[in-house]
């Protein structure tokens, strides 16, 4: 199992090197990383009509392709921390989803817009649970292979593991960096 893990990582580095190599542009399989803040974190507990908002720092995990030098799609994975104060409980949240970038311009500095929708995903202590989530925003590559992006994210958590159904508005500010 240890030897097809470390294929498909030798795989992609080969396959991500060459296609940058080809032509100078933006093409091939893409890995990403970041660190993010969440300055704006509302949430709202629909059942008791509970309200709050704090703040909060998280990470971003993105795997993706380039088929163009101006388009990518991307599986992210992004934990937008331990927040503390949703019911006075300890609440970690997260999401995982399919984005798309889209570069405005053909250089590698460019501002870009994007775009996504999957699974929101958390616990509350020991309960769980699970729902969807959109994702709207933008950003600006500032070097290459670096890019800071502002996003907002709309999660709905029903309660299919608890009584709880959870919406939250999310302001997420990241900063990335990416492989190609």
């Not at 991307?74 to 399919?98: C, P, T």
């Not at 929708?117 to 959109?134: E, H, R, V, Y």
């Amino acid at each position: 199992m240890l030897k097809k893990i470390l294929f498909v990582i030798l795989f992609l580095i080969i396959s991500t090197s060459q296609s940058f190599a080809i032509d100078g542009i933006r093409k091939g399989f893409v890995i990403g990383a970041g660190v993010a803040y969440m300055p704006i974190y509302n949430w709202h507990e629909v059942i008791n009509d509970t309200n709050g908002n704090t703040n909060g720092f998280g990470v971003k995990f993105s795997l993706g392709v380039n088929w163009n030098n101006r388009d990518l799609l991307a599986l992210e994975v992004i934990s937008m921390g331990k927040i503390s104060n949703v019911d006075q409980k300890n609440n970690r949240h997260g999401y995982l989803g399919l984005a798309w970038y889209h570069d405005l311009d053909k250089t590698k500095e460019s501002f870009f817009t994007s775009a996504g929708a999957g699974l929101s995903f958390g616990g509350i202590d020991n309960s769980g649970f699970i729902g969807t989530g959109i994702m709207l925003g933008g950003g600006y590559e500032i070097a290459k292979y670096v890019d800071v992006g502002l996003n907002y994210f709309y999660l709905n958590n029903g309660s299919l593991f608890t009584n709880k159904d959870y919406r939250f508005h999310i302001i997420h500010l990241a900063l990335t960096v990416s492989v190609f």
